[in-house]
């Protein structure tokens, strides 16, 4: 029989946000195309889901475009949106049999006409949903979703609504894509590279960082849970001393 792995409630990451990297690289090693890479990242994401669903995972946040990722390769692009459709209608049973809440973040306006329609309507299926909240970041960009938080703030303070002083942390929370969302508590980056790549700045100011050599379509349930272990090891404190944690 297969083993559970125990996590303490109080260890587990509120919110988890994954940057699933190395689709690319794993299909150039087979000698296989691109897509076969992000075809087989899917069945990653999927057993994902279910295994941070089954764990007890809150929130999960995926990189699944960012805004730079339209400067791919047309063929690229609009083979990845067609995956993401045929996803989305795929795994909606999925999202329906674990009681998922599907999100979204980004400007999603930007997605092809039956991408952006085929994501609405699965948020709207899934709204009632309560069990864990699965966020798509999708044509999303940090610096951009500061932009807009700026200038949405700014307006504010010109129409006399807020004053400057006024402006905190809760404000500009209130301004992003993520503001229903808690702090990201554990950000995981695929493939060994070792950056953030515009994802959530603002969002992960005090995530712990875990990076791993997997490539994201080899990524499988044992690889979450040795993250999610060394997770329970770390430390959080949250710029105070380990003397003043143990109080
Ligand atoms: C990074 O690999 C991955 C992406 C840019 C897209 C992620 C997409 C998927 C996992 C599949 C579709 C997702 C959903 C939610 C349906 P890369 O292409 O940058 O890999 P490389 O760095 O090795 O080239």
Redesign the pocket.
């Known amino acids: 029989m297969e083993s559970k792995p125990q996590f303490h409630p109080d260890k587990l990451p509120k919110h988890l946000a994954i940057i ?6 794993w299909a150039k090693q087979k000698g296989m195309l ?1 897509i076969i ?2 075809e087989n ?2 069945k990653s ?1 999927r057993t994902t889901v279910e295994a941070c669903a089954e764990i007890g995972i809150e929130h999960l946040t ?1 990189y ?2 960012s805004t730079e ?1 339209w400067n791919r390769p047309k063929t690229e692009v609009n083979t ?1 949106m067609k ?2 459709v045929k ?1 989305l209608k795929k795994e909606i049973k999925t999202l329906q049999d674990n009681n998922i809440k599907l999100m979204a973040i980004g400007n999603i306006n930007e997605l092809p006409k039956n991408a952006h329609k085929e994501l609405l309507e699965v948020i709207d299926k899934t709204k009632s949903n309560t069990h864990m909240i699965l966020t ?1 970041a999708l044509s999303y960009g940090s610096r951009e979703e500061l932009i807009n938080a700026v200038k949405a703030i700014s307006s504010n303070v010109k129409n006399n609504i807020i004053s400057i002083d006024s402006i905190d942390e809760s404000i500009i929370n209130n301004h992003l894509y993520t503001q229903n969302l808690p702090d990201v508590d554990l950000l995981i980056r695929t ?1 060994g590279e070792q950056r953030i790549s515009n994802f959530l700045l603002w969002q992960i100011a005090y995530a712990e960082l875990y990076f791993t050599d997997i490539l ?1 379509p080899d990524f499988q349930k044992e690889d979450l849970h040795k993250a999610l272990k060394c997770y329970e090891q770390r430390e959080r404190r949250f710029g105070k001393t380990s003397e003043q944690l143990s109080k």
């Not at 699933?20 to 690289?25: C, I, L, S």
């Open positions: 699933m990297d190395g689709n690319g690289r691109r890479g992000h990242g899917t994401v995926l699944a475009f990722n990845l995956l993401l996803s798509l493939s994201w």
